[in-house]
């Protein structure tokens, strides 16, 4: 679509490509890329992109286009990514729960193996969190103790993955919790600052709190102990044997050259030494920058949705599943 | 929470070049669309969304704030110089800005108009800063019981004000709210009504419904309209040496400007009343509160004042209810609140705490616009003298033209396309029939907000409905609901009963 | 005005039939399933459509009183000639959107606007020109740039 809307533009196109000059001759890449992010514009995961896509521009020598397709908790993306014979020239730029989680808990056209994950550049932070001044402080184990003596303890669950987490954790200690659906950050955090919700799942908005101490986490989902948050135990170190690390990783379809996966892999591992990728990621979205090269990511995401499929088996199959 | 400093720096920013550029260029842009009979705000914002995308958060706001607060100074001239208001709600200016501009002084009727216009605007923006952010602090703290109810309130509310019949009113939002729960289900997944198309699992896309119900609908009917009217005469602007304002006649026109600066940014605080009450009820109040009711009608300047001062000041306090609380409380609000949705920000009192720089820049840039308006309506006074007389078919063919070109830069595609023309049908029927869109377009846009809290609610309480009496917050709103359906209900039906009593008799 | 119980009538009728057809197919049948703690996905928009259900029947039998009251008949015959004046635009604007469905934008716009100018009237060759190409260029404008900013 649109590609005819731009029909008439082409040559705004060629001019673009005769200004970033360093055409290689049969070097990957002699074209355009687009990076395309699976949220809306404005989130983390887009302020993130469009900085690398930048810092990528300058490394491979070619524009580096931005486009937005949101949908399904980026599994609109990744639908049309598997169907995409661009040969690397196209590649999404998300989180790895979207390809983990994402084809358990619905319907979709594509799997993990669909693609190849050419690296992963930084590491999730999210958590379990509380509010201030509640009645089992800010521990996960006193939390515990207090949901088996108070059924009805609540919880705000954001993703399908947080919920099964929950689900299993409740499962495991005996807890009767009611789960509340809330949307993203922004919905969690008025239902914790306010003291309406017990505790809740955070996907990042927690690091932003972590001055003014209002929102205690209770366990770090992700595989280390959260950065701003060195006292909160992991999942594993609390004895739940999950692995909910998120990941971002940058992903291309499966049949792409290993040419051009490499070259990407080159140019992003030079992303994450560069300043600015460095500085939006550890200062506005709060995150820690890593180099995952393709093997090591793609085996984390493979133990990943084993460890998914087994939590399910254990529940019994998600609610979701009609 | 935030210091005087981070407040000074949000005003640095809102002074820098670029953002007053960005801001003139919304204020100008906006000032044509005023004064373009038949060119409204809602239409000129709907179809500005597309443009703003590419921009930053804080210029996509501060442009289509400027532009909104820019059709309120501008349809004043063609109120004056055409007898036909550019935006429906300048209809007051008409009584007494022609008459004033056919007696030989245009020039200072439209320097009335516009320093009422300026003065209305720039206090009701004072006001919604001073009011919006002790507010917000206040609504922080609100829980899911408590936003439900607000909401539900809200809702009833704009049906029954925004005018015209309460029943119609409800039964478009009614529509509002169906559409608004179109998507994937926020606790189960589950796709609601979306048909199978992968489009519509994020729910209706806002902006082709907004550019199909407001824009394109708007062009459908004034295509329907336009055989009828066809040119009115311009007043042009004379040399006259005594058509201006002088500092004396401007002075007592100041009285009036203040107490219809009041009566309009109460009105606007209100959701569902929009600009026409306040500028209709501020200048009843301007001649009831005279010394010569009489000149009133004839070409008295305070009766410019009035209706202009009150029609500008809906429009920054209609925000009260956006900024504090998150409900938009009329069209360009919720238009707002698309463009902030669009742009990544949920727009309410979180964002005191969570963009509290963004907030006061915009803030400031709301200052700025004001000052702006001024400065544009005044250096511009001839120009857009000129620009009332730009014929409608050639604005309808263009507008025509952007609502199509605003879908199709956005890359939604043919699914856009269609869902655009299904909501101008739609549209179209919705004014033909007088069915009121605001209720329709806010219920939209807060059904997901409502849902969600409702859910929350339902979960949070267990089902049980006497929560609401360790709330007394959210009970009261619950009862004022109630009381206000009763009302509405009471008075329909008395005037439906009087209707039917006259009836008989003739 | 007159005619207001009119049309109310018919739209309360016409919105009673979409509120039947929501309630009775429509919500059952795409509203989406699944177990929930607190709502049902189909609860608001069911209880969005008793809403309007109750409102336009109210308003369809106060308006049919009212028109019985002043005597008029339910039925008006609509003036054939007025029927296809307000019904050309959209047809217009729907065969444009199968164009541009089919070709880019910026070639169909000028026969957009131009031809819309010569149907309304404007005989003026220059003005007709003018009001095409210039949104056109602009359009093409802002596509180029947005192309070489890398949005697109």
New interface residues.
């Given amino acids: 679509m649109k590609m005819k809307l731009l029909g008439t533009a082409v040559l705004s196109a060629a001019m673009a490509v005769g200004v970033a000059g360093q055409v290689q001759a049969d070097d990957f890449p002699t074209k355009p890329l687009t990076l395309v992010v699976g949220w809306g514009a404005g989130g983390s995961t887009d302020i993130q992109a469009r900085v690398l896509a930048n810092v990528l521009e300058e490394e491979l020598g070619q524009p580096v286009n931005v486009v937005n397709q949101p949908g399904a908790g980026g599994g609109v993306a990744l639908a049309r990514l598997a169907n995409s014979t661009d040969e690397g020239y196209t590649f999404v730029f998300g989180t790895s729960m979207t390809i983990t989680f994402g084809p358990l808990s619905t319907e979709t056209t594509y799997g993990l193996d669909d693609f190849r994950y050419v690296a992963g550049v930084t590491l999730g932070q999210s958590a379990i969190v509380t509010g201030e001044d509640r009645p089992f402080g800010d521990s996960w184990e006193d939390l515990v103790a207090y949901a088996q003596e108070n059924p009805g303890t609540s919880y705000a669950n954001q993703t399908a993955l947080d919920r099964m987490i929950i689900e299993y954790i409740a499962q495991r200690e005996g807890l009767d919790l009611r789960i509340v659906p809330t949307s993203g950050g922004a919905g969690m955090a008025p239902l914790i600052l306010s003291g309406d919700v017990d505790f809740a799942y955070s996907g990042g908005t927690h690091s932003g709190y972590a001055e003014t101490g209002e929102m205690p986490v209770l366990l770090s989902l992700a595989e280390d102990r959260l950065v701003a948050y060195p006292d909160a135990p992991t999942l594993q170190e609390a004895g739940y044997d999950i692995n909910a690390a998120e990941i971002r990783v940058a992903m291309v379809p499966k049949d792409t050259p290993d040419a051009h996966v490499e070259r990407l892999a080159e140019a992003l591992k030079a992303a994450t030494q560069d300043e600015r990728f460095i500085e939006v990621t550890e200062e506005r979205i709060l995150m820690p920058v890593t180099w995952m090269p393709e093997e090591e990511v793609t085996q984390t995401l493979r133990d990943q949705v084993e460890g998914y499929k087994a939590l399910l088996e254990e529940l019994g199959g998600l609610p979701e599943d009609e | 929470m935030i210091g005087f400093d981070a407040i000074l720096n949000s005003f640095a920013a809102a002074l820098h070049y670029e953002s007053i550029a960005i801001i003139l260029g919304g204020v100008l842009l906006g000032y044509i669309v005023g004064v373009i009979p038949g060119l409204n705000r809602a239409v000129a914002i709907a179809i500005a969304i597309p443009l703003t995308f590419y921009m930053s958060a804080y210029a996509a706001i501060a442009f289509l704030i400027g532009l909104s607060k820019g059709t309120a100074a501008g349809s004043a001239v063609s109120a004056i110089l055409l007898n036909t208001p550019g935006e429906p709600s300048s209809a007051a200016t008409c009584l007494d800005g022609y008459p004033m501009a056919s007696s030989g002084k245009p020039r200072k009727a439209l320097k009335v108009g516009l320093l009422a216009s300026v003065i209305g605007d720039l206090l009701a923006t004072l006001l919604l800063i001073a009011v919006a952010i002790p507010f917000a602090s206040v609504a922080l703290k609100f829980g899911p019981y408590e936003l439900a109810a607000i909401l539900i309130f809200a809702l009833v509310f704009i049906a029954g004000m925004a005018g015209g019949s309460f029943l119609k009113g409800l039964a478009a939002g009614g529509m509002g709210v169906i559409l608004g729960t179109v998507g994937l289900d926020p606790e189960t997944g589950a796709m609601r009504l979306t048909f199978g198309f992968a489009e519509l699992m994020e729910g209706v896309p806002i902006l082709p419904l907004v550019i199909g119900t407001l824009a394109l609908a708007e062009m459908f009917v004034q295509l329907d309209e336009y055989r009828r009217n066809k040119d009115a005469s311009v007043i042009k602007l004379g040399k006259n040496a005594d058509d201006d304002l002088s500092y004396q006649e401007f002075k007592g026109t100041l009285p009036t400007i203040f107490k219809s600066t009041g009566v309009g940014a109460f009105v606007g605080a209100l959701p569902g009343l929009g600009p026409s009450v306040g500028a209709f009820m501020a200048y009843g109040l301007a001649k009831r509160s005279a010394k010569d009711p009489d000149s009133f009608g004839k070409g008295n300047p305070n009766g410019i004042a009035a209706a202009e001062a009150s029609d500008n000041a809906v429009i920054p306090a209609s925000y009260i209810p956006l900024f504090g609380l998150g409900i938009p409380g009329s069209v360009s609000a919720a238009l707002l609140v698309g463009a902030f949705m669009i742009h990544g920000i949920q727009v309410g009192p979180l964002m005191l705490r969570d963009h509290p720089e963004m907030l006061f820049t915009l803030f400031s840039g709301m200052i700025v616009a004001s000052l702006l308006m001024l400065a544009v309506g005044w250096y511009g006074l001839r120009i857009f003298a000129r620009v009332t007389s730009v014929p409608p078919h050639i604005v309808i063919s263009v507008v025509i033209f952007l609502c199509l070109a605003g879908i199709q830069v956005q890359g939604y595609g043919t699914f856009g396309l269609v869902t655009v023309f299904v909501f101008a049908i739609f549209g179209y029927f919705l004014k033909k029939f007088d069915y009121s869109f605001v209720t329709f377009l806010v219920a939209f846009i807060v059904t997901p907000m409502l849902e969600m809290n409702l859910r929350q609610s339902v979960i949070l309480s267990g089902g049980e409905f006497s929560i609401l009496l360790e709330r007394p917050i959210a009970l009261a709103f619950v009862v004022f609901t109630v009381l206000m359906v009763l009302h509405l209900g009471w008075t329909s039906y008395r005037r439906w009963m009087q209707a039917r009593h006259k009836a008989k008799q003739v | 005005m007159t005619d207001?119980p009119r049309?109310?009538f018919w739209?309360g009728l016409g919105?009673a039939a979409l509120?039947v057809m929501?309630l009775t197919w429509?919500?059952p049948t795409?509203?989406?399933?699944?177990?929930?703690?607190?709502?049902q996905?189909?609860r608001?928009?069911t209880?969005?459509?008793w809403?309007?259900l109750g409102?336009?029947i109210?308003?369809t039998v106060?308006s049919a009183?009212?028109l019985k009251?002043?005597g008029e008949s339910i039925v008006a015959t609509p003036d054939l000639g007025h029927l296809w004046?307000?019904a050309w635009?959209?047809l217009y604007?729907?065969g444009?959107?199968v164009l541009?469905?089919r070709?880019?934008?910026?070639?169909v716009?000028p026969l957009?606007?131009g031809g819309?100018?010569l149907l309304?009237?404007?005989r003026r060759w220059y003005?007709v020109v003018l009001?095409a190409a210039i949104?056109t260029a602009g359009?093409?404008g802002?596509?180029?740039?947005?192309?070489?900013?890398?949005?697109?």
């Fill in positions: 207001m049309k109310n739209s919105v509120a929501l429509i919500i795409y509203g989406g399933s699944g177990f929930a703690f607190g709502m996905p189909q608001l928009a209880l969005g459509a809403l309007i409102c336009s109210v308003l106060v009183i009212a009251r002043r004046h307000q635009p959209f604007v729907l444009f959107i541009i469905d070709f880019p934008l910026t070639w716009a957009l606007i819309l100018l309304l009237g404007e003005v009001t949104p359009l093409y802002l596509t180029a740039h947005l192309m070489r900013i890398g949005v697109v």
